[in-house]
């Protein structure tokens, strides 16, 4: 079991940046793709970034490419996402995730991340 916890949401204003962290913990924590999500109330999940496990692969969605850089430290089993030029659509909880098998492809499903964490709200004000 692996156990994932965010950190460094916040109440920001537009323009500004932020740095979210995810520490895992438990078996396997630092063998699989991991990724981030975000979800607003009454929308579908989204995704957002993922890593491979030698963080050598990135992948961003288009609504975040070239303001998100996702990033990740094995030796501390954690994973951030740097969030810059952040917009008031960008308002969301952000969900980090990581899978238990490796897989090269569908990155941006949900549906194949095994371990979420509880979630960091970040607010963007205009």
């Known amino acids: 079991q692996v156990q994932l916890v965010e950190s460094g949401g916040g109440l920001v204003q537009t323009g500004d940046s932020l740095r979210l962290a995810c520490v895992a913990s438990g078996r396997a924590r630092d063998t699989y793709a991991m990724g981030w999500f975000r979800q607003t109330p009454g929308k579908e999940r989204e995704f957002v970034a993922a890593i491979t496990w030698s963080g050598r692969g990135t992948y961003y969605a288009d609504s975040v490419k070239g303001r998100f850089t996702i990033s990740r430290d094995n030796a501390k089993a954690t994973m951030y996402l740097q969030m810059d030029s952040l917009k008031p659509e960008d308002t969301a909880v952000y969900y980090c995730?990581?899978?238990?098998?490796?897989?090269?492809?569908?990155?941006?499903?949900?549906?194949?991340?095994?371990?979420w964490g509880q979630g960091t709200q970040v607010t963007v004000s205009s």
């Open positions: 995730a990581q899978r238990d098998y490796h897989r090269g492809s569908d990155y941006d499903d949900g549906e194949t991340y095994a371990f």
